[in-house]
């Protein structure tokens, strides 16, 4: 319920839509990241887990069947995709192997037990699981972590951290990188030429990136 509250109340107001230019600077690099270790077309079937009000789900739906979940009734009611549900990203009411991809974008900081939840994205996944989470490397993530409660638990994520997590739940890491300085519900627009110029891999990079097999 803390967490829920949390995105329930106090973050729903604040966030951008998919489709704002901030948002779309955000995701396109890291799609192109994902899309240069796996192929999404119009047949594969991805699930975007704890999808939120589509950040990505909006975008990998214009390229392949996309279902997303989340818990949040009001994140799902913002997100424009027409395939979604509300479901615990720990119990998740697919069958084993539904999906070719199964992705999740700043989710496994917030839930109560991370291993819980990789194994079900690995369950459900027929071959891919996909991880975006902050990079505690970066300055300015680690004192939004350590300033906001709900944020506190992505003080350990570093990309090697996040590597462990997913090994150890039978996960085989096949690209692990950090990218980007742009922060989708902050950065100002104005500084967007920046941003993209500063859109690289780089140890700092604001975002991990983790692609696995199962």
Request: charged share 25%; proline share 5%.
């Amino acid at each position: 319920m803390f967490q829920k509250d949390y995105w329930e109340r106090k973050s729903l107001e604040k966030r951008r839509a998919p489709d704002h230019p901030v948002v779309r600077q955000y995701v396109a690099p890291k799609l192109a990241q994902i899309q240069r270790h796996l192929h999404l077309e119009k047949g594969t079937r991805l699930l975007d887990v704890g999808c939120g009000n589509g950040f990505f789900s909006y975008y990998f739906d214009q390229v392949c069947q996309t279902v997303g979940v989340d818990f949040s009734q009001k994140m799902l009611e913002k997100n424009p995709i027409g395939r979604k549900l509300i479901m615990d990203a720990a119990r998740l009411s697919f069958q084993d192997m539904a999906f070719d991809v199964v992705f999740c974008h700043a989710l496994l900081h917030h839930v109560e037990n991370m291993d819980d939840v990789l194994q079900e994205m690995r369950r459900v996944s027929r071959k891919y699981v996909v991880v975006l989470e902050p990079n505690r490397n970066n300055p300015l993530m680690y004192l939004f972590s350590a300033a906001v409660p709900e944020e506190r638990k992505a003080l350990d994520f570093s990309l090697q951290y996040l590597r462990e997590k997913l090994e150890r739940n039978h996960l085989r890491v096949t690209s692990a990188i950090s990218q980007g300085m742009t922060v989708p519900n902050k950065t100002p627009a104005f500084l967007l030429p920046l941003a993209r110029l500063l859109d690289f891999q780089q140890p700092w990079g604001m975002t991990n990136i983790l692609i696995a097999e199962r």
